[in-house]
């Protein structure tokens, strides 16, 4: 069982009775009302007294209010000598400039000095209650013995480490040993297909990749180091790889393999820490954009963890001993954020999910959180979607008394899903955090709390700006939008430290990405809604990005691998409404004239080829065979026809009156007509 350290009678939270003030609502509701005990950094701000006030603050006096968190919060080798120096409109964003610091020496060895026994990570293996934990000081160590190996196979300060593991603490101490040594990590989700993780390895340019022999996943194994056999093949770059063990079963090793944990034995507990600029590149991570190229969004180092940290402490209420369960898989940005840096630098005790939410049946994770005593939990909507759908008996045998704030992310959730969280997973007394965010932003931007105790969560918002945070809502001519009960496109006014800095090898894409659609504001590419009490409501992407079960994928990309079929001519794949996964994929496909194929081999045979060049997630749910697209006379498909089919939503196609070929709608509806 937890038992919280010596250490939290020093922090200042703790200090204060810790059973009458269990959290903040309370430290906040009490008759103290003392915002600087809720959040120390804040200690001197004037005339802030609450977290409205601190939230103002924040976006009001930005530089006072970061320096502050940043000394607060982090642990510097030298000291920063410039808060910020960022110009949005030409995608210059620099934070903490002149600062020196080591992102692992703050997770892991500032804790080791003062709680070494703490838990620093729980591992929730596939196989139910096998779980594993790792102390601070062991992850210390694991990290210093991988960062002395990477050393000694030649990897230095400024490389790229490409990972392809699922959660697990041996992925967690590469992460924090690339970090140790200066070198970045592009983690790539361990679902990707060979392809994919070879286009990565080859844009980051990896000459090492770390590994796995076999993942376990729902009971079921998958060959991971057999996919990065496939895709080193066609990346010159790569000179080694690095295999752990995760299953007892021997795989063959080739002349660039390196058996992970036979040669970490081998090496010293103790890795001198590179000591690294605020602004040195901390990991690429690659999200897709509305084109086919995924791009390699750049993170840097004391920005982003202050940033993980504090929404990460602040959003989830996170208390010295609590055990917060993120369930998001380390290859996405959730698991960065909030199952390594934020926890770790906050000395937390994080638990890494390896398995599936109905493995071995609809209860895991209850019966995890039960077992585990998980205080906070955080997971996407499709998987609460789908677990509403079990009943709620599976909920129900398990103790969640232990839970004290729920957590969604990655898509909307709707109101059904909303209210069953709430109140049968929370039994109606945890606040449900909405947290709406992305790759790029590095950690949650917009989310119900911090906010004052008694400030209203209204179901399926994700409410109000974080600390520091100023969204903007933008008209179609790119004026901003002033009033409230509006919607536009949604930005962000200023920057914050968690922002991405650029695109890999590609500052110009990020720049006419994020900075030139409304100039001197970053732009989300998400749409808003601001209610009448200046709410916020996301309501979707406004590219051709959709959203899968909570993977991001962009449409092109689906595109592109459908075209590469010989038989298909073109396609068009837009997103629809799915009851479980949020948006399923639907792909138009145009044969080549003359082709005389079975569609449902040619359906089995496009899914296959999605599968094997992205990853499974990405597979079209419905493929409808078509004689033609509707296109614009200039040749543009005219997607927001289709989505009005799919929809059945006729009456609402719209002005046809540019498109080439009419005709082609009414094929187009009566082929969907028959499908479904
Ligand atoms: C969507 C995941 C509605 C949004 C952290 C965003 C959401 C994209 C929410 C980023 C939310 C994320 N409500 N939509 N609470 N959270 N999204 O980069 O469209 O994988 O732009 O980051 O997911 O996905 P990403």
Redesign the pocket.
Do not use: K, L, M, Y
């Given at each position: 069982m937890w038992l919280p350290c010596g250490c939290a009678s020093k922090c200042v939270v703790a200090s204060l009775s810790r059973r009458v003030f269990r959290s903040y609502f309370h430290v906040l509701g009490g008759r103290r009302h003392n915002i600087a005990a809720f959040m120390p950094e804040s200690a001197g701000f004037e005339g802030v007294s609450d977290c409205s006030a601190l939230q103002e603050f924040s976006v009001s006096n930005s530089e006072s209010f970061w320096a502050a968190a940043a000394r607060q919060r982090l642990s510097w080798i030298s000291p920063f000598h410039t808060v910020q120096d960022c110009d949005l409109s030409r995608g210059r964003i620099k934070w903490f400039e002149g600062g020196k610091l080591n992102v692992s020496v703050n997770c892991l060895d500032r804790h080791v000095h003062t709680c070494p026994e703490r838990v620093a990570l729980i591992w929730e293996r596939d196989e139910p209650g096998s779980e594993f934990k790792v102390t601070y000081r062991q992850l210390l160590e694991m990290t210093c013995r991988l960062g002395n190996l990477l050393r000694r196979h030649g990897v230095k300060r400024g490389d790229c480490v490409t990972i392809y593991m699922p959660s697990c603490p041996l992925a967690v101490a590469s992460m924090l040993a690339c970090a140790r040594i200066g070198a970045a990590h592009n983690v790539v989700f361990a679902g990707f297909s060979a392809e994919a993780l070879a286009e990565r390895i080859r844009d980051a340019q990896s000459s090492t990749v770390i590994t796995v022999n076999q993942g376990v996943r729902g009971g079921k194994l998958t060959e991971l180091k057999k996919t990065v056999d496939t895709a080193v093949q066609s990346c010159p770059t790569v000179q080694q790889v690095f295999v752990a063990m995760r299953t007892e079963n021997p795989v063959a090793m080739t002349a660039k393999d390196v058996a992970m944990e036979e040669e970490m034995q081998k090496e010293d507990v103790v890795c001198e820490p590179a000591a690294m600029d605020s602004e040195d590149v901390l990991f690429l991570l690659y999200?897709s954009g509305s084109t086919g190229k995924p791009k390699g969004l750049v993170h840097t180092q004391a920005g982003y963890l202050l940033y993980a940290a504090l929404t990460h402490r602040y959003v989830f209420s996170y208390h010295d001993g609590d055990v917060f369960g993120c369930v998001a898989d380390i290859g996405?940005?959730?698991g960065h954020s909030y199952s390594v840096y934020g926890p770790l630098a906050n000395g937390g005790t994080s638990v890494l999910f390896e398995s599936t939410p109905i493995y071995p049946d609809p209860g895991r994770y209850w019966e995890m959180v039960q077992r585990l005593k998980i205080n906070q939990f955080y997971g996407a909507p499709t998987a609460i979607r789908l677990l509403l759908k079990y009943g709620n008996q599976w909920v129900h045998k398990y103790d969640r008394s232990t839970l004290k704030t729920l957590g969604?992310?990655?898509?909307?959730?709707n109101t059904e899903a909303w209210e069953w969280y709430h109140t049968v997973v929370g039994d109606g007394r945890c606040p449900v955090v909405?947290?709406?965010?992305?790759?790029?932003t590095g950690g949650i931007c917009i989310t119900p709390r911090p906010s004052n105790p008694d400030a209203e969560i209204v179901p399926g918002m994700?409410m109000r700006p974080f600390f520091g945070i100023k969204p903007a809502l933008m008209d179609t001519e790119g004026e901003v939008l002033t009033s409230n009960h509006t919607s536009g496109a949604l930005c962000i006014a200023q920057p914050w430290p968690g922002m991405a800095r650029t695109i890999h090898n590609n500052h110009q894409r990020f720049i006419e990405t994020y900075c030139q659609p409304y100039p001197g504001y970053f732009f989300?590419?998400?749409g808003a809604y601001r209610s009448k009490e200046g709410y916020y409501q996301?309501t979707?992407?406004l590219d051709d990005v959709i959203?899968v079960s909570g993977h991001?994928i962009g449409t092109a990309e689906i595109e592109d691998v459908v075209n590469q079929c010989s038989q298909v001519a073109e396609s068009a794949v837009i997103g629809y409404s799915h009851n479980i996964k949020g948006e399923g994929v639907y792909a138009f496909v145009v044969l080549k004239k003359g082709m005389d194929v079975e569609e449902m081999d040619l359906s089995r045979q496009l899914n296959d080829l999605v599968s094997k060049k992205i990853a499974k997630y990405a597979c079209p749910d419905c493929i409808q065979f078509i004689q033609r697209l509707p296109k614009t006379r200039s040749g543009k498909i005219m997607r927001r026809v289709l989505r009005k089919v799919v929809e059945q939503d006729l009456n609402g196609l719209g002005d046809l009156s540019t498109l080439d070929d009419p005709a082609a709608v009414q094929e187009i509806i009566e082929g969907h007509r028959k499908l479904s």
């Open positions: 999200t996405w940005i959730t969604s992310v990655g898509e909307p959730i909405d947290t709406w965010w992305q790759t790029e994700a989300t590419g998400d996301i979707g992407r959203n991001r």
